[in-house]
């Protein structure tokens, strides 16, 4: 099925795409009054384990019920249209990341059983089936089921992921890595992520999102 069936148009005119000038570092849109910044103020002078990446979509109220259906109303097919979408609009700059590996963010394995699935690794493995770049859900495992993270500053959020994520195995041959997420908001998860992975020898690590925090609004 061609992507642009799964949404009619009238619901495309509202998605409100990530649009340049953006962050270096995270790609989040850089707000008017900060244009000539190379770097969001969540990332100023903050050491990231990962190089950087992308997102598609501003994370907005729209944006914002959409997700919520996928993670709690079931709406498994939405992540359909995320995931080709993703590879449609960020497919090139995936292609200079060069990944050997997409690792989706795990979750929690007693939130995946009510939920039935990983909505990091339902998007990754579409982009796998695209780019043909495997995905690696046997690396990175949640050890600790943290709170919703939304209503955390940065500092409690990085408290309440510390130790929150594992690795099960090495990556011998320095892969380089791009991990996959649904949300990104000031990087906290994806930076806990990305340190398990340079500890267990990935040579460098991108990530690409769906969402990212409106910077522009
Ligand atoms: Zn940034």
């Given at each position: 099925?061609?992507?642009y069936s799964r949404?009619?148009?009238d619901c495309?005119?509202?998605?409100s795409?990530?649009s340049?000038?953006?962050?270096?570092?995270?790609?989040?849109?850089l707000?008017?009054?900060?244009?000539?910044?190379?770097?969001c103020?969540?990332?100023r002078?903050?050491?990231?384990?990962f190089?950087?990446g992308?997102?598609?979509?501003?994370?907005?109220?729209?944006?914002?019920?959409?997700?919520s259906?996928?993670?709690?109303r079931?709406r498994?097919?939405?992540l359909d249209?995320?995931g080709?979408e993703?590879?449609?609009?960020?497919?090139?700059?995936?292609?200079?990341?060069?990944?050997?590996?997409?690792v989706?963010?795990?979750?929690h394995?007693s939130?995946?059983?009510?939920?039935?699935?990983?909505?990091?690794e339902?998007?990754?493995k579409?982009?796998?089936a695209?780019?043909?770049?495997?995905?690696?859900?046997?690396?990175?495992?949640r050890?600790?089921?943290?709170?919703?993270l939304?209503n955390?500053?940065?500092g409690?959020?990085?408290?309440?992921l510390n130790?929150?994520?594992?690795?099960?195995?090495?990556?011998?041959?320095?892969?380089r890595?791009?991990?996959?997420?649904d949300?990104?908001?000031?990087?906290s998860?994806?930076?806990?992520?990305a340190?398990?992975?340079?500890?267990?020898?990935?040579?460098?690590?991108?990530?690409?999102c769906?969402c990212i925090?409106?910077?522009r609004k």
């Amino acid at each position: 099925m061609k992507n642009y069936s799964r949404i009619c148009p009238d619901c495309r005119e509202l998605i409100s795409y990530v649009s340049e000038p953006v962050c270096m570092c995270c790609g989040k849109e850089l707000p008017r009054e900060e244009e000539d910044e190379a770097f969001c103020r969540d990332c100023r002078g903050r050491e990231r384990s990962f190089k950087y990446g992308y997102a598609l979509i501003n994370y907005d109220k729209l944006m914002t019920r959409s997700m919520s259906a996928v993670k709690n109303r079931h709406r498994r097919e939405y992540l359909d249209f995320y995931g080709e979408e993703l590879f449609e609009k960020l497919g090139d700059r995936i292609g200079h990341m060069a990944p050997d590996i997409f690792v989706p963010v795990p979750i929690h394995r007693s939130r995946l059983r009510i939920r039935g699935y990983n909505q990091a690794e339902e998007l990754s493995k579409i982009l796998s089936a695209k780019t043909g770049i495997p995905t690696a859900s046997d690396i990175l495992i949640r050890r600790k089921k943290t709170a919703a993270l939304k209503n955390l500053g940065e500092g409690e959020r990085r408290k309440s992921l510390n130790g929150a994520f594992d690795t099960l195995r090495k990556l011998e041959k320095g892969e380089r890595v791009c991990i996959v997420d649904d949300i990104y908001t000031t990087g906290s998860t994806v930076e806990a992520c990305a340190k398990e992975l340079l500890a267990a020898g990935a040579s460098e690590v991108f990530f690409i999102c769906v969402c990212i925090g409106c910077g522009r609004k």
